[in-house]
């Protein structure tokens, strides 16, 4: 691809140097730039991509995308946002892959991993190709690739798409976090599908206030395609929570056909007499495409709503609801979420991602339900996060777990103890005492010591990492899984009872 291809495409854009040059892709990491690359320089949160301009060079950079001039010996394209460009050309490079298949995207605080991974059971079950990019991993069928974020950065996404494509994916599945609406890693995609999970307090370090959290989200929404269209191949559809007040914004600014799915309102497709069980759940459905009887493994009234918001989303795609619910029933459970850990203990240990205020009054809201005995809840708060919400998960589980015991969960960069240290407030004023908590920085001795102090029908929840298999403490991340160093614990305890 020659450089005045691109340049034609930012109007204002200027070239200095050759621009009969040709670029064999594109990079925006110096490091990992390769002979032929366009190299483009992004300030970021922590360097400004600029200062590793030369060294791009140095490892064969045809040319650069630039804010600004730059005294180096090579072509630049000069924007006058790089950030802004990266997704312009990402898109251009690979040929607009979002636009060869169908797109949907998931957004909300909570249930984004879940949704996704429901709707691509329903779809790989009526014999789609199938592509996912989210929390977890990435998939191009069944064949998983590591991520670094819910949310890929604008080129590695693209690249992504494009490689779902090739292998004939038909569907996209994907998490569009807030971070990645705002710094625009999904600029260019074009959606066929948005979904809104639902909005509750997290993020408010990057986006500072709710409105601005909302606001993000809602980008997903805003940037649907705007005509309605006869054909359901073509249709852009916003499929919205009706239950969470959020929608009515979201609803405003789509101009997108809107499908509603909800429990305690009105809504297009409405899950009736809702059964919560300690093995499961079972509702009765009402929808614009039939009535049905639902009975899922999965747990909890919040399940409900994303399973609902899987059968929306299918519905609008046309697909048989008998067949949506068949898959549906099928799912045993989604990897670290709400995970039963059982080495044939007589109490119940369950290992679940929740890691926001809302997520973990679900969760433990769902566990009072059925726990006949004491629970026990292993938590803590990720470090560089929002602070704010530090206290408030320490009040939520003080108020609904017999003993807490507050640990670290990816201290990151900051002081371990200092951010247990904030998290305590919260137990305290939910009315706990001194015997009633714990703090252990060291995470494995908190489970270890939540899993001894069990008795016959008590639940231990582990709660926050879920499917993740480590600790970042400072850059580095050690091998950590929560699953199993309970299995262990439960291993070793058993053997101490005999
Ligand atoms: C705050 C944030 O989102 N930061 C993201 C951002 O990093 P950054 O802006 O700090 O990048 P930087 O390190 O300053 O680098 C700037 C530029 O210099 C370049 N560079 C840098 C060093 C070098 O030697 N050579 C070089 O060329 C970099 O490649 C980059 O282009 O761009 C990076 C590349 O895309 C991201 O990986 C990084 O995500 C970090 C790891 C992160 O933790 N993000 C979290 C907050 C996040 O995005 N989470 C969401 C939300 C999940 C949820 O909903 O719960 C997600 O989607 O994952
Ligand atoms: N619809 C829901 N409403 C509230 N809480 C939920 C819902 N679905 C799941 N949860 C809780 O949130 C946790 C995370 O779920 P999931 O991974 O599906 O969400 P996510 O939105 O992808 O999270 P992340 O932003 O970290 O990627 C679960 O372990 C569960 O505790
Ligand atoms: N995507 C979320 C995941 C949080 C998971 C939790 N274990 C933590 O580290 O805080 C984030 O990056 O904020
Ligand atoms: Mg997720």
Do not use: W
């Not at 590793?52 to 804010?67: C, E, H, P, R």
């Not at 048989?320 to 619910?325: A, R, Y």
Request: glycine content about 8%; proline content about 2%.
């Amino acid at each position: 691809m020659k450089l005045y291809e691109l340049l034609q495409l930012i109007p204002g854009s200027r070239i200095v140097g050759d621009s009969n040059k040709s670029i064999q892709g594109i990079e925006v990491d110096s490091r990992l730039v390769k002979p032929g690359d366009l190299f483009i320089c992004i300030i970021g949160f922590q360097m400004d991509g600029h200062h590793y301009a030369s060294q791009a060079i140095k490892q064969g950079a045809a040319a650069l995308v630039t804010n600004y001039e730059l005294d180096v010996e090579a072509p630049q394209i000069i924007v006058k946002n790089s950030r802004f460009a990266l997704a312009i050309f990402s898109n251009h490079f690979f040929n607009y892959p979002s636009q060869k298949l169908k797109l949907i995207g998931v957004t909300g605080t909570n249930g984004k991993t879940t949704t996704t991974y429901l709707l691509e059971k329903i779809l790989q079950d009526r014999g789609f190709q199938t592509g996912l990019m989210g929390t977890i991993e990435m998939k191009i069928g069944n064949r998983s690739h590591e991520v670094k974020n819910t949310t890929q950065d604008v080129l590695e996404l693209q690249r992504s798409l494009s490689r779902m494509v090739e292998s004939g994916a038909q569907y996209c599945v994907m998490e569009a976090s807030s971070h990645g609406l705002e710094l625009g890693r999904v600029k260019g995609c074009d959606f066929k599908t948005a979904i809104f999970t639902n909005l509750t307090q997290d993020h408010l370090d990057f986006h500072m206030t709710m409105e601005q959290y909302r606001e993000a989200k809602s980008l997903l929404f805003s940037r649907l395609g705007n005509i309605y269209n006869e054909d359901p191949e073509k249709r852009k559809t916003a499929i919205l929570n009706a239950d969470d007040p959020s929608s009515v914004y979201f609803e405003k600014v789509t101009a997108a056909h809107v499908i509603t799915y909800g429990i305690d309102q009105e809504a297009d497709v409405r899950a009736k007499d809702v059964k919560t069980f300690s093995e499961g759940t079972s509702f009765r459905l009402e929808s614009y495409a039939g009535n049905a009887n639902f009975r899922l493994n999965l747990i909890g009234k919040f399940s409900v709503y994303n399973v609902l918001a899987a059968i929306a989303a299918a519905l609008a795609e046309g697909l048989n609801l008998q067949e949506i619910k068949s898959s549906l029933e099928a799912v045993e459970g989604i990897n670290g979420r709400f995970e039963k850990v059982s080495e044939g203990q007589d109490f119940s240990v369950i290992v679940d991602y929740s890691h926001t205020p809302d997520s973990l009054e679900n969760v433990l809201t769902t566990i009072k339900q059925f726990a006949k005995r004491k629970v026990i809840c292993v938590f803590g708060c990720g470090g560089d996060r929002d602070r704010t919400k530090r206290p408030m998960m320490g009040e939520i589980v003080g108020k609904y777990s017999d003993y807490c015991l507050i640990t670290s969960d990816n201290p990151r960069t900051e002081n371990g103890l200092e951010i247990l240290k904030d998290i305590e407030p919260g137990v305290i004023s939910a009315g706990k005492s001194k015997d009633q908590y714990d703090l252990f920085v060291d995470r494995k001795q908190a489970i270890e010591k939540a899993i001894e102090m069990a008795n016959c029908e008590d639940v231990v929840l582990i709660a926050g990492k879920g499917h993740e298999n480590y600790q970042e403490i400072n850059g580095i991340r050690y091998d950590f899984d929560d699953r199993l160093i309970a299995k262990k614990t439960l291993k070793k305890f058993s053997v101490k009872r005999l």
